[in-house]
Nanobody, 124 residues
Framework: QVQLVESGGGVVQAGGSLRLSCAASGRTFSDYAMAWFRQAPGVEREFVATISWNGGSTYYSGSVEGRFTISRDNAKNSVYLQMNSLKPEDTAVYYC?????????????????WGQGTQVTVSS
C-alpha cells in the first residue's frame, strides 16, 4: 500500500502561483511513477502531469504545459506541482497519483493509488 497526502491548495487570484505537495509513505517511493490529476465540478477527473521514477522524464497536458512544472524529491518521498500563471479554469480538486507502471499512472482508471485531493480555487 502507498499512502498519498496532498497539501498546498488554496485560493489565489488569476495570474498567481501555487505549489502543491504530495507526501508518500508505505512503499519505496522511487519505485513509483507519479502524476497529478484534477477534477472540476461536473467534469471527469483529468490528467495534468506525470514524472518518471527518477525525475528524468516529465509530460504535461496541453492545457497546463508551459505554466505548470512537476518535480519530485525521492529523498523526501514527495512530488510537487508548481503552478504559475493560474487561470480561473484551473479551479479544481487536485489529486496526487502513484503507480509502478508509468503507462498506467497517466490513465485515470488504471492508477493504483490516489491521494484525497486538495482544492485549488482561482478567482478572476
Amino acid at each position: 500500500q502507498v499512502q498519498l497526502v496532498e497539501s498546498g491548495g488554496g485560493v489565489v487570484q488569476a495570474g498567481g502561483s501555487l505549489r502543491l505537495s504530495c507526501a508518500a509513505s508505505g512503499r519505496t517511493f522511487s519505485d513509483y511513477a507519479m502524476a497529478w490529476f484534477r477534477q472540476a465540478p461536473g467534469v471527469e477527473r483529468e490528467f495534468v502531469a506525470t514524472i518518471s521514477w527518477n525525475g528524468g522524464s516529465t509530460y504535461y497536458s496541453g492545457s497546463v504545459e508551459g505554466r505548470f512544472t512537476i518535480s519530485r524529491d525521492n529523498a523526501k518521498n514527495s512530488v510537487y506541482l508548481q503552478m504559475n500563471s493560474l487561470k480561473p479554469e484551473d479551479t479544481a480538486v487536485y489529486y496526487c497519483a502513484a503507480d509502478r507502471d508509468a503507462r498506467a499512472v497517466v490513465v485515470e482508471r488504471l492508477v493504483g493509488y490516489w491521494g484525497q485531493g486538495t482544492q485549488v480555487t482561482v478567482s478572476s
